[in-house]
Every structure is written in structure tokens, then in C-alpha cells.
């Protein structure tokens, strides 16, 4: 395991509440056999060594921001095991390791399980109860969670049976299309959600400012929100408009080797 750090100051300035305030992130590399991974993409192979690049540069961009940065070995045998946010929800109190939907992907718990543990109290979902973290957006105290191919209605009832009890509400949101719930829709600060037209006006969604997304740039809406910094995916000029009408720092970053892995950029960490 390979870890690398930079020291951080809490800025009270941000007027951030806490369980949205992140120190830490895990990541892992992506491995040589990245191309052999589950997509739904046609935008043809990854290349490894430039999947590699855009990896270390989003590593970097963590670093940048302060953020005390994990990063784990790749895993050849588990081509998708670099999009880490999948195999468990951390919040202050706990994390919930989960139960990968995707049978070829479940293995990959058994290695990061070992290393959540070193910082938090850590609960293993039941093997009839399926999730990816993928599906699941936390905006503090509230989390949205996706039934979707990867998410089932037995993972959201043990997800949300684990984190009631630390006042978290839970509420389904039932995703049609796209792979993950965060493949349409993302908490960019300031009680804004980006998202696609297809869930614009879900009740679920009701009280919160909206930026709806254009369909030709929906990708562009698995934008990642840290401590009031944003990071979007390069070339998608109109989500980058709409998103500098936050006032908030942005940062844009290459993500096209990922993307033809269903990949984005909250895909690539666990935020903690």
C-alpha cells in the first residue's frame, strides 16, 4: 500500500456541516486489465497508461485540496476495483461495507474492507442484500439511495436499518436510466443539486436549486463537491457555465479513459 499526505487546516470560513467536510480519501490504481472491465459505454477500450494518468491527476487534484490521500495497489484480477465508491458508504459514525450488484465485482470488499477498518466502525451487508456506492448520495444528514441494476430494495432496507439510528433519513429514488444514481444526479454545495431532466422534478428532490443538466452532457453531472470546491470533467461547456453560477472554485480534469468504463469522478475515491 502506497499512502501519500498533505497536512490540512479546517477552514471555519466554509460554512460546512461537518459530515460534509472530508479529510481523507482511498483510491487504488487501475490495473493493466482495466479494458476487461463491466461497461455499458461504446466508446471503445481504455488505454491503461492513460487511464493511469487521469487517475494519478485526480489523485493529485485530492492531494491539492488538502486531503490526506490512501492509495491502494490495482487488483488485476478485478478489473473494475479502482472505482472504489462502490464497495462501501463511509460517514462519520460508521461505514457500511456493501455487496457489489455485479457478481464479478464482489470480491473487491474483501480487499478494501480490511483498510476501512483502520478508521471506522465498519458493518458487512447480508448476502441478499445488494449495493453499490454508486447508488448512494449522502447530503449530510439525508441520503438518497438508487434501486437501479446494481441496487436492490434488500440493500436499501439493511443500508437504511444501519444508519437511522445515527439520525440519517433515508429516501429511494428509482433510477431508469443511467448505471448509478450519481450517473444523473450530484449535491454540488449550497443546497444545489446538478442533474438530468429525466429526475429534474422528482418529488424526492423537492426544496433543493437545481442545475439541469443538457442530455448530450449528462456525464458531466458525476461533478464531485469537496469543501466547496468543485471538480468537473473536461470539455462540456455548458455544465461548466452553469456550474460557475455557484461562485464556487472549479477545477476540470480528463476523465475520457474512465468514461469508457461507466466511470466518474466520485467513482475514483471513498471521502471521508
Not at 472491465?37 to 493511469?52: E, F, K
Not at 472505482?83 to 458508504?89: G, I, K, M, W
Not at 442484500?129 to 438518497?144: E, I, Q, R, S, T
Not at 438508487?146 to 444501519?162: C, H, K, P, Q
Request: proline share 6%.
Amino acid at each position: 500500500m502506497r499512502a501519500r499526505a498533505l497536512a490540512y487546516t479546517f477552514r471555519h470560513s466554509l460554512g460546512t456541516d461537518p459530515t460534509m467536510y472530508f479529510t481523507h480519501a482511498m483510491c487504488r490504481l487501475p490495473a493493466d486489465t482495466v479494458a476487461s472491465g463491466l461497461t455499458t459505454a461504446a466508446a471503445g477500450a481504455p488505454d491503461a497508461q492513460r487511464t493511469r494518468a487521469q487517475h494519478q491527476a485526480y489523485v493529485d487534484i485530492l492531494l491539492g485540496l488538502g486531503l490526506c490521500v490512501t492509495t491502494l495497489p490495482a487488483q488485476p484480477a478485478f478489473p473494475d476495483a479502482h472505482f472504489v465508491e462502490d464497495t462501501a458508504v463511509l460517514m462519520p459514525e460508521l461505514a457500511v461495507l456493501t455487496n457489489p450488484g455485479a457478481p464479478s465485482r464482489r470480491g473487491e470488499v474483501q480487499s478494501i474492507a480490511p483498510i476501512v477498518s483502520r478508521f471506522k466502525h465498519a458493518l458487512r451487508m447480508g448476502p441478499e442484500a445488494h449495493m453499490d456506492g454508486g447508488d448512494v448520495l449522502m447530503v449530510d444528514k439525508h441520503f438518497f439511495v438508487g434501486l437501479t441494476s446494481r441496487t436492490n430494495e434488500a440493500g436499501v432496507r439493511e443500508f437504511a436499518s444501519a444508519v437511522e439510528k445515527f439520525g440519517y433519513r433515508v429516501d429511494t429514488v428509482e433510477v431508469s436510466a443511467g448505471l448509478h444514481l450519481k450517473s444523473i444526479v450530484n449535491y454540488v454545495g449550497r443546497n444545489t443539486l446538478i442533474l438530468s431532466e429525466g429526475c429534474a422534478h422528482l418529488p424526492q428532490f423537492k426544496g433543493y436549486q437545481t442545475l439541469v443538466l443538457k442530455p448530450e452532457e449528462e456525464y458531466a453531472g458525476n461533478t464531485l463537491w469537496i469543501n466547496d470546491t468543485l471538480i468537473t470533467p473536461s470539455g462540456y461547456p455548458d455544465t461548466l457555465r452553469k456550474l460557475q453560477t455557484l461562485g464556487l472554485p472549479i477545477i476540470q480534469t480528463d476523465t475520457s479513459e474512465i468514461a469508457k468504463m461507466d466511470g466518474g469522478l466520485t467513482c475514483l475515491s471513498l471521502r471521508f
